[in-house]
């Protein structure tokens, strides 16, 4: 028996409404701030990736699935939006038809991180990208749209992180600032980030080892080392959060597991979630398009995680699948109910029968599972009298209607 890999998971029928729910929302929120979709490829030049997100990433260096193509060049599966839109947006010349470009994405991506709750190897973000924006206006709003969306999803229960992480004229700096500090406590470090030390200082705030947690308090805060302009930059996306009320705690160990950002980095969580707490994730990444080979032009987005959302949303009551359940007895009655049925969808009405003919009782039931609104009937009596018997399976009323009126009597019925 062969099963589903290890992180992948099957979307089945059942739950399939609440993702048209997801996705519905993004599109209508989106396009009221003036996004428009993209598709891009699922799988992508590694290149692309080592240099957009970063060697020494986690995701770079331990989570892509990454394969030879035939002819020996090497290929990933996307394990984000962000690298493969920008390369879109250069290769495209996007940003010279639409100075201030608005996108957007929906689709799965691929990460081979340990599989637990809420965190797969096959998962799927919502994705929200503007570029040519400089100022903080787009931050403050950005951040809006996020917290729009999963209220629009029914999500309003959820915390804010803020940070900013400077930029290349501050940041550097800082990083010697802290690997300085790291060094000086290297033995009360584990391996992981006495490595980071050296790698990459700014992953060792991630750390969620217990042992490490009371130096990492301790350590020089990004904030006390932004230089004048990304100060200024970040005093402004506040100033504008609070003036239209959205509630954020600022976090200076929120750096982010991707090394693209810039000045503002947010994240949103649920205390509904369990470890894998993160809804959404996102932040400024000003220097990525230049990095990737394009013009010196400015982005700021973010991603949804759809399983986590889905996973927050309350339980769906049971679905209606069909509008009219057919139920002819006999065979006359069997040929005028295939022709009825077709004029039906053809009307627009979910109509079903049952096509194997089981017994009445074996329908009825079926109809109820399906959450039929009304049972058409036609038997022998019926037949007789020229009438379908309508059922009304809310409060189990019926009515004979007419041959010749039982098509305009369903669709008034469905339709109103
Ligand atoms: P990220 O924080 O790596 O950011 O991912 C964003 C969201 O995707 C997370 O908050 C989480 O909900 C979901 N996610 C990530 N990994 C998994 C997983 N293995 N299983 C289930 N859900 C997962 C990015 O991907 C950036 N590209 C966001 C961004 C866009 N920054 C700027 N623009």
């Known amino acids: 028996m062969i099963r589903a890999v290890s992180g992948t998971r099957d979307i089945l029928p059942a739950e399939v409404s609440a993702w048209h729910r997801v996705e519905s929302a993004a599109r209508s929120l989106f396009a009221r701030y003036g996004y428009r979709e993209i598709r891009t490829p699922i799988f992508e030049e590694t290149a692309l990736f080592a240099r957009g997100i970063g060697a020494e990433t986690d995701i770079v260096s331990k989570e892509m699935y990454t394969f030879e193509d035939r002819d020996g060049s090497s290929l990933t599966l996307r394990p984000e939006a962000t690298a493969g839109i920008v390369r879109s947006v250069i290769e495209n010349n996007l940003m010279n038809t639409d100075p201030a470009l608005k996108v957007y994405a929906l689709g799965p991506m691929f990460r081979r991180e340990r599989p637990q709750k809420g965190r797969y190897r096959q998962f799927h973000q919502v994705d929200v990208e503007a570029f040519g924006f400089a100022g903080p206006g787009i931050d403050a709003e950005i951040i809006e749209v996020a917290l729009g969306y999963l ?78 302009a990304c100060r200024e930059h970040f005093g402004e996306v506040r100033r504008q959060l609070d003036l239209v009320g959205i ?22 969580t649920s205390g509904a979630l369990g470890a894998q707490n993160s809804l959404l994730g996102g932040g400024r990444y000003d220097g990525l398009v230049k990095e990737l080979g394009g013009p010196d032009l400015c982005g700021i987005g973010f991603a949804v995680g759809m399983e986590r959302v889905i996973m927050t949303l309350p339980a769906a009551e049971g679905e209606r699948r069909c ?14 109910a295939l022709r009825l049925q077709r004029a039906l969808r053809g009307a627009g009405v979910r109509v079903l029968l049952d096509p194997e003919g089981r017994s009445f009782k074996a329908r009825m039931k079926l109809a109820d599972k399906l959450g039929a609104r009304f049972v058409a009937i036609l038997g022998e009596d019926e037949i007789q009298k020229g009438a379908w018997t309508v059922r009304d399976m809310a409060g189990s009323a019926q009515e004979d209607v007419p041959e010749a009126r039982v098509l305009d009597h369903l669709k008034e019925k469905i339709h109103g």
């Open 151 to 228: 209220e629009a999803c029914g999500l309003v229960e959820v915390d804010l992180v803020l940070n900013s992480v400077g930029d290349p004229a501050c940041r550097p700096a800082y990083v010697e600032t802290l690997r300085a500090a790291l060094r000086a406590n290297l033995a009360k470090l584990g391996p992981d980030s006495q490595r980071r030390t050296e790698t990459n200082p700014l992953r060792v705030l991630d750390s969620k080892a217990p042992e490490e947690q009371g130096l990492i308090a301790a350590l020089p805060r990004i904030a006390d080392h932004l230089c004048p």
């Open 247 to 268: 509630r954020y705690r600022v976090d200076h160990r929120l750096v982010r597991g991707l090394d693209y950002y810039t000045r503002t980095t947010f994240e949103v």
């Open 323 to 336: 509008d009219v359940f057919l139920m002819p007895l006999g065979a006359a009655a069997q040929d005028k």
